[in-house]
């Protein structure tokens, strides 16, 4: 490994470099753990069910306080209107959502069924001979290109 500000070879990942001390990171190590599907899905439920709630209640509050007070202004029934607008909005988010969780949850049930047939096949691969490849002769990337050469050849 070379150092990217000196360029002295021979470094070390993980550790610094002994010319001019810059730290040097292993790049071969991805900088974050990939987070699993069904986490996000587990926490756009939570948010989802958090605006839902949030929203409606402010605009029940603002349409309970301010309708049909006289001098009113009308940013706050937009407001409210709006806030019906987005917690209708999550309610879709959400249900899509635990379609979505449905689904991944199925994918768990097949990958336990994957395992089983697994097992399966090992067990029937326990009962059939292993294979003789001594009789194999592996393809050669020249037989095609000699055979169109002594077809042409013939051919002229």
């Not at 249900?95 to 067990?123: C, P, Y």
Request: proline fraction near 7%.
């Amino acid at each position: 490994m070379f150092c990217p500000k000196c360029g002295k070879p021979d470094q070390t990942a993980e550790t610094y470099c002994r010319q001019c001390g810059t730290f040097l990171p292993d790049l071969t190590k991805p900088l974050k753990k990939p987070i699993a599907p069904d986490v996000h899905v587990r926490a756009n439920t939570v948010l989802s069910a958090m605006t839902i709630v949030t929203s409606f209640t402010l605009s029940i509050l603002l349409f309970s306080l301010f309708l049909g007070r006289s001098g009113t202004p009308p940013i706050i029934y937009i407001t409210a209107g709006l806030l019906m607008a987005m917690g209708f909005w999550h309610v879709q988010t959400l249900w899509r959502t635990l379609l979505l969780r449905k689904h991944f949850k199925k994918g768990q049930r097949s990958s336990v069924e994957n395992e089983i047939e697994r097992d399966r096949t090992s067990e029937t691969d326990k009962l059939l001979q292993p294979p003789n490849f001594d009789d194999h002769i592996p393809a050669s990337v020249t037989d095609r290109t000699t055979t169109l050469l002594e077809s042409k050849k013939r051919s002229a």
